[in-house]
């Protein structure tokens, strides 16, 4: 009898064992969900207008003529940035995305968003082999405002004629 006891303790300890194991390797979880419904609008509340029809437009391209050692200013490009939201700033951030010049063709390149009143953002660009891409500090667009965007670029001195230096800038929108 003491052998079919030790017999049996041995196989309940062996059992508690392997639900211990069991429960200790067991993993219970749940499952979320979420849903999202895109609406489709033709602009964010800040977007680009063309000064000469008022369209507006999510992107625009622009070209200027640049000169070694010659500084090419524009000071009223064809479009500008529009808050056409009525009621509410919004906030953005400006940055130059890329560009694929170095100093060989351009020593400056000036970047301005501007009304008749204040000067909202400006950056100076001179370092063309390792620029910043970081985006603005942020900076308040006021309802129904209409910026222009003002473009220095001094060629350098060894500038090349047929070179194309080009400039991506983005804006980022808060609450589009």
């Known amino acids: 009898m003491e052998i ?37 609008s033709d602009h964010p509340n800040v977007c680009f207008v063309k000064w000469d029809d008022g369209t507006l437009s999510n992107t625009f391209t622009y070209s200027i003529n640049i000169f070694p050692n010659v500084t090419t200013v524009e000071e009223n490009a064809t479009y500008g940035i529009y808050n056409r939201d009525t009621t509410a700033a919004h906030t953005v951030y400006f940055r130059l995305a890329s560009e694929n010049t170095n100093s060989t063709d351009v020593a400056l390149l000036r970047f301005k968003v501007y009304n008749s009143t204040v000067i909202k953002y400006e950056e100076n660009i001179t370092d063309f082999d390792n620029p910043d891409t970081s985006w603005s500090t942020p900076i308040s667009l006021d309802p129904d405002t209409k910026y222009a965007i003002y473009i220095e670029v001094k060629g350098s001195s060894t500038a090349t004629a047929g070179h194309k230096p080009q400039f991506v800038f983005e804006i980022k929108v808060e609450n589009p």
């Open 4 to 40: 079919r006891v030790k017999k049996s303790l041995k196989l309940i300890v062996l059992l508690l064992s392997s639900i211990m194991i069991a429960t200790a390797s067991a993993t219970a979880y749940v499952t979320l969900q979420w849903q999202i419904t895109a609406t489709v």
